[in-house]
């Protein structure tokens, strides 16, 4: 079965500092991976995606993502934290047993991310 | 472009009433529609799958006959919560694809906080 997992319900970072959100991932085959970010009562807004290429993928907002296909991970990096960026992060992959018709996702438990001032 | 947007943003109704959900592609056609289920510091539940023009796919565990997915036109689709109870209570969150190149977009609306007392 496919799945991701966010093994950190958490992750406190002081503003200006580094943050790294960690997903790992379980699927049969090449993934489609995927980083969205949620802010308090909104919907989820796509950050960034891994379909094929460079390992090291850019996104929105200055967050970039490294997939490591021997880890199985695809974790979610900013090289300086913003307050703005406090908010609930969500890694979700494609499922593929669905059938290449759709792009139905399975999202990890998410993520809080709280950057202090 | 690709926003989605849902309406209405907030609802709260009796116990007993239906509730009708809309989620609509603003700037592009949606081959597919998702409706997912968040609770509270949770992640996002999938619900159904709905292709247009077609009846929709739901997720085990999700009574089809309580939750009622239309999927009219490639820009609009709509969920109905019938004959709501508190437990349904939730913050609903509709999200629409479609395929560019080799890859599919998926966009997220902004959710459906229902309160049902």
């Known amino acids: 079965a496919q799945s991701v997992a966010q093994p950190e319900d958490q992750v406190n970072v002081a503003e200006g500092n580094p943050l790294t959100v960690k997903c790992t991932y379980s699927?049969?085959?090449?993934?489609?991976l995927f980083w969205y970010v949620q802010y308090p009562n909104r919907g989820l807004q796509f950050l960034l995606k891994?379909?094929?290429?460079?390992?090291l993928v850019k996104g929105s907002y200055g967050f970039e993502a490294e997939f490591n296909k021997s880890q199985t991970s695809f974790h979610l990096k900013k090289p300086s934290a913003l307050v703005s960026d406090s908010a609930l992060y969500f890694c979700?992959?494609?499922?593929?047993?669905?059938?290449?018709?759709?792009?139905?996702?399975?999202f990890g438990t998410g993520t809080l991310l709280a950057v202090q001032p | 472009g690709a926003v989605v947007s849902q309406h209405p943003s907030w609802v709260i109704c009796k116990s007993g009433t239906s509730v009708k959900i809309e989620c609509r592609s603003l700037d592009f056609q949606a081959t597919t529609m998702f409706w997912y289920r968040q609770f509270p510091k949770q992640s996002l539940m999938l619900m159904a799958t709905s292709n247009e023009g077609s009846k929709a796919t739901y997720e085990q565990g999700v009574e089809k006959d309580k939750f009622l997915i239309n999927h009219a036109s490639l820009t609009l689709s709509t969920l109905t919560v019938t004959s709501a109870h508190p437990e349904d209570s939730s913050f609903y969150i509709c999200?629409?694809?479609?395929?560019?190149?080799?890859?599919?977009?998926?966009?997220f609306g902004p959710g459906t906080r229902l309160t049902v007392t």
């Open positions: 699927v049969s085959g090449n993934p489609y």
């Open positions: 979700a992959v494609r499922d593929i047993t669905y059938g290449g018709a759709t792009n139905k996702l399975i």
């Open positions: 999200s629409a694809s479609f395929q560019r190149g080799s890859s599919y977009e998926q966009y």
């Open positions: 891994y379909i094929t290429g460079d390992n």
